[in-house]
């Protein structure tokens, strides 16, 4: 759009005036929209373990973990590898995840392997 400078005043004001309805007319019809879902109600990305060589495993929420991991990888002096994927679980379920396993938190979203956690994973395969 060309940017015209008004020639008087009243230009200018109707100019206003005609942005501001438009901007009014479009928060009415958003108002009619349904309203957008929170993510946590719809979350269905998968809860990831991945463990590194040096024992600690983490515990993540992606789209695609396979791609998580290879991300991981480039940033990890250690070699990494997909453990398990829990699909549809998402940030709740990787919060209730960090919850059950916290007295064995490294660091982060990392974890030491205890019994606990390596059985969960294998009960889960």
């Known amino acids: 759009m060309d940017r015209i400078p008004p020639a008087t005043y ?16 479009i928060r009415q019809l958003q108002a009619l929209l349904p309203p957008q879902p929170k993510r ?13 060589d040096n024992g600690l495993i983490k515990i993540g929420v992606s789209d695609s973990p396979k791609n998580r991991l290879r991300t991981l990888q480039t940033m990890s002096p250690v070699a990494l590898r997909l453990v398990l994927v829990l699909p549809g679980r998402g940030a709740r379920g990787e919060s209730e995840l960090h919850a ?7 660091h982060g979203e990392w974890f030491h392997p205890a ?3 390596i059985s969960f994973i294998q009960e889960q395969k």
């Open 10 to 25: 009243e230009e200018a004001r109707a100019r206003t005036d005609r942005i501001h309805a438009g901007f009014a007319e």
């Open 115 to 117: 019994p606990e956690l």
């Open 40 to 52: 946590q109600e719809t979350d269905e990305r998968s809860v990831y373990f991945i463990q590194a």
């Open 100 to 106: 059950r396993f916290a007295e064995h938190r490294s």
